[in-house]
């Protein structure tokens, strides 16, 4: 087994520096939104879909328990300005170039803590850094690294309004490859009927949502099914209105000389295309040819994308008086361009815990083979007849004492 680094093989050694990065806040990427706006997040929730006028119509917000327009639970993805401490020289040696460089890198999981909403004029603070690593074998891509990072979000107050953390599976390129060409065949080129059209169709004729109708936590019943939401046939149009809302988040935004610029400083970010032309790393999320040649068959979704069709159904069942608490969700298989996903989930608890009222739910996407691409829980405060929803308590006050238990939930 290799003890040294080298590039697109997983060694040992770059474990042991990934391990040395723990704890050490990575520089973010330039947000794609500075302040809540309307623009801004009207843009992002019509990226999935959501025409919730909670986050898209600030006269409506005025009528809410919020007082005013809010951001839907994700936006926190397009926002960010650096928080952190400046770095040592140690630790910018450490945090230089990537252990596990040249590696395919697959998010897997991606947990969600919301302890308050952003609100029209917020910005948002960010400290970002691994929080761990561990080695596991993977039917699919071997040996593999599984690399999870926090982002740590607090409005500009210094107020903690989100924990996510999220794990990244990095497997050899060649290995998922080799095993991918093994794969049971997927049928990617069959047209839809117009039957199956029409039934998509119906069931985005059907979604309601609750809105200003208080849903109470008396009312719930462990077995109740919120209403599913149908996304796809997903097309790259979709994935083209997704970036509008949501920004470029991996390459940096900006084109031409812009993107030059970024290219001097990270070329690994612009692997040259069949022509030879430099180009993003994220263009297999709308270029087939570049999918294959990584051992994936087609254009896929992001995961993020996935996460906002089960917040997106969950806010809309639970109405404007709720709170969306926690999310967590696995992404276990790719959801391909072409591909229609319906988003289900149902009352697993209701307790109450600190004098919060929680409900409990299981979630799935589940693609149109009845394939389950996307499993997830929640949990989500609902008021009662007798008082409004208190919100939850985050585990630390500020964003340093959040990193550092984090660190410690992890270890």
Known sequence: MSTEEQFGVLTDAAFERSRKRIGIPER???????????DGTRHFAYGYGDSNPLWC????????????????????YTMGENASPPVTPEQKALLKGDPFAGLGSYQAVMEFQWFRPLVLGDRCDVVRAQVGVQEKASKFGGRTAHV??????????GEIHCVQ???WINAERHTSAANAKKADPIDLTSPYTDEQLAEIDAAYDAETRRGAETRYWE??????????????????????????????QLTAPGAFGIARG????????????????P????????????????????????????ETWLTHALTDWMGDDAWLWKLSCQHR????IGDTIWVTGKVVDKTVVDGRHEVHLELACTNQRGQVATPGTAVVLLPTRDAAVTLPTPPADNLTDLLAYEIERFS
């Open 219 to 248: 009312d719930v019943q462990v077995g109740d099914e919120i209403q599913p939401r149908v996304k796809g046939p997903l097309t790259v149009t979709d994935v083209v209105t997704w970036h509008i809302g949501w920004g470029m």
């Open 165 to 167: 953390s999220g794990t």
């Open 148 to 157: 999870t990072n926090d982002f740590l979000f607090a409005n500009g107050r």
């Open 57 to 76: 119509d600030p006269e409506y917000g005025k009528k809410t328990r919020w007082g005013g327009l809010i951001a839907p639970p994700n936006f926190m």
């Open 333 to 336: 298989k790719f959801n391909y």
């Open 262 to 277: 970024v290219r001097r400083k990270v070329p690994g970010l612009y692997p040259a295309n069949p022509r030879n032309i």
């Open 279 to 306: 180009d993003t790393v994220q263009r297999l999320h709308w270029e087939p040819e570049r999918a294959r040649e990584l051992g994936i068959p087609m254009s896929y979704d992001y995961g993020a994308m996935r």
């Open 28 to 38: 973010p990427l330039s947000p794609h939104n500075l302040e809540v706006t309307p």
